[in-house]
């Protein structure tokens, strides 16, 4: 391959106002952050809730939680947020159908899109975790739960969660660095996250593999840091003659 | 103060439970003991309505579980259980195990239930270790703690779920001697246990449930006393338990 490498360009001129390339990189990691935690917090509110949903003796609501996590886990992500952006703005009442597409700019409108899009995937995960967190525990917590008075929510804020949630911390850590790193798409209906200043990056200055291997290492990086810190979360909740943390 | 009058109870077609009457009296200690599927660890859960049942009426302390305007909940709250497998409650210390439900269910200020609770712990000759976890305890040990839970609810009748099954044979007799001075103070209690030793030092009555049935139901003295009165099924089950 003939290539000439130049690591210096990130510090040149953009040519766009007094912006260097580095610029564009530092606001494609604040997109990128902002998109991946607001979703977060959805997904993990909302698949909280479902995952208790799937497990109460009650048909209708297990019926419901289950029906949103087929839906939601069996259509492409891509193909939700295309849903989210193009499609479901023109189903909405038409004061918030303008208000969307005319009030808002066009930054805000497709950030508001990938959140609600990446969150209410991700929550259909999450639900599965929660739900078989809960179901690991041995059925005899409950019902001493229940033996002593606690009410269904009592048992389930108490009881049940506190003890599920840790033990899904693992899986529920890989959930949380999907979304970062599923946060990408949104760079497909406009959104200027990492991956849209790469490839802007890119276009630009014709300095292709600088632009994507630091992409990557960014990505690599805060993946790398996000799984550490979960893992000291881990450690500061484990219980103690209890839970092994990481595999010892 | 335990009135089960006529309790049956089916699993789909199956039935568990067939006519299960019987009283027990404030201060009595009744020992449930039959083979393994013959419905006595489902009938102590009746009482206190953590399994349901679709005929009959059980009556705690004068509340009906059948009646649909009981408060169930509630209800539990004054009867205290012991499980098989202890079930405290793995992810708070032993002082949170003693307290949580003495604020959340009877709601008592914090400071009234650590205090209640810590005597109780005491009581069970555990005091040392209330700041610990439950999987740091030993099993006699945490079924102890799980004794003292129940209390701290000020239980109008405890339920014992073969407190002893699960248990070390070394660690047995720590937790029958917490049950056997509870049962000396004059607290309410039925117990399903195959501690033939525990029944007849404390029991006053003992049923023998066969099949989903209370098959005898009769003094402690009288129980054992003439062994070849019993009817056929209990004799069997008798001379297995009690030839060593």
Same mark, same amino acid.
């Given at each position: 391959?003939?290539?000439?490498?130049?690591?210096?360009?990130?510090?040149?001129?953009?040519?766009?106002g007094s912006e260097i390339y580095l610029d564009w990189f530092v606001t494609g990691f604040g997109w990128t952050l902002a998109v991946a935690l607001a979703a977060w917090i959805v997904a993990l509110a909302l698949g909280a809730v479902l995952g208790v949903l799937r497990t109460v003796p009650n048909r209708w609501a297990s019926g419901i939680a289950t029906t949103y996590v087929e839906i939601f886990r069996n259509v492409p992500l891509l193909v939700q947020l295309f849903l989210w952006y193009f499609l479901v703005p023109d189903l909405l009442p038409e004061p918030l159908e303008l208000?969307?597409?005319?009030?808002?700019?066009?930054?805000?409108?497709a950030y508001?899109?990938?959140?609600?899009?990446? %969150?209410?995937?991700? &929550? @259909? +995960?999450?639900?599965?975790?929660?739900?078989?967190? *809960?179901?690991?525990?041995?059925? %005899?917590?409950?019902? &001493? @739960? +229940?033996?002593?008075?606690?009410?269904?929510?009592? *048992?389930?804020r108490h009881v049940l969660l506190p003890q599920a949630f840790r033990i899904i911390i693992p899986p529920l850590t890989s959930e949380f660095l999907n979304i970062f790193k599923n946060s990408a798409v949104a760079s497909l209906i406009g959104l200027m996250e990492l991956l849209a200043q790469t490839k802007q990056t890119a276009e630009f200055s014709a300095n292709l593999f600088e632009a994507f291997t630091l992409a990557t290492l960014i990505y690599f990086v805060l993946n790398m840091g996000l799984m550490l810190l979960m893992r000291g979360v881990e450690k500061k909740v484990a219980v103690p003659g209890l839970m092994s943390v990481g595999g010892k | 103060m335990i009135s089960i009058q006529n309790v049956n109870k089916w699993y789909g077609d199956f039935q568990v439970l067939t006519g299960c009457s019987t009283e027990v009296d404030k201060g009595e200690v009744v020992v449930v003991c039959?083979?393994?599927?013959?419905?006595?660890?489902?009938?102590?859960?009746?009482?206190?309505?953590?399994?349901?049942?679709?005929?009959?009426?059980?009556?705690?302390?004068?509340?009906?579980?059948?009646?649909?305007?009981?408060?169930?909940?509630?209800?539990?709250s004054r009867v205290g259980m012991v499980f098989q497998h202890f079930e405290l409650f793995p992810h708070l210390s032993i002082t949170e195990n003693l307290t949580i439900a003495q604020t959340k269910v009877l709601g008592r200020g914090k400071d009234e239930a650590i205090d209640k609770g810590l005597k109780l712990l005491d009581r069970v000759g555990l005091k040392a270790h209330a700041h610990k976890h439950p999987g740091q305890l030993s099993g006699g040990q945490q079924q102890r703690v799980a004794i003292a839970r129940a209390l701290a609810m000020d239980p109008v009748v405890?339920?014992?779920?073969?407190?002893?099954?699960?248990?070390?044979?070394?660690?047995?007799?720590?937790?029958?001697?917490?049950?056997?001075?509870l049962a000396q103070e004059g607290m309410t209690m039925m117990c399903v246990t195959h501690e033939m030793g525990f029944a007849r030092k404390v029991a006053d009555r003992v049923i023998f449930m066969d099949r989903g049935q209370i098959v005898e139901d009769c003094a402690k003295d009288e129980f054992f006393g003439d062994i070849h009165a019993r009817s056929e099924r209990a004799q069997q089950f008798l001379a297995k338990i009690l030839q060593h």
């Open positions: 391959m003939n290539y000439n490498w130049d690591w210096g360009i990130f510090f040149k001129s953009t040519g766009i208000w969307f597409k005319q009030d808002l700019n066009p930054a805000t409108s508001l899109s990938v959140v609600v899009c990446l %969150g209410l995937f991700t &929550a @259909a +995960r999450v639900c599965e975790q929660v739900r078989t967190g *809960i179901q690991a525990l041995p059925k %005899g917590q409950a019902a &001493a @739960a +229940r033996a002593m008075g606690f009410t269904l929510p009592q *048992i389930y | 039959g083979p393994s599927g013959s419905g006595k660890s489902t009938l102590i859960k009746c009482v206190n309505a953590l399994e349901p049942f679709q005929k009959g009426d059980i009556v705690v302390a004068g509340t009906s579980i059948a009646d649909k305007a009981t408060d169930l909940p509630k209800l539990r405890m339920l014992f779920d073969e407190p002893t099954s699960a248990l070390d044979p070394e660690m047995v007799n720590e937790v029958l001697d917490v049950m056997v001075e």
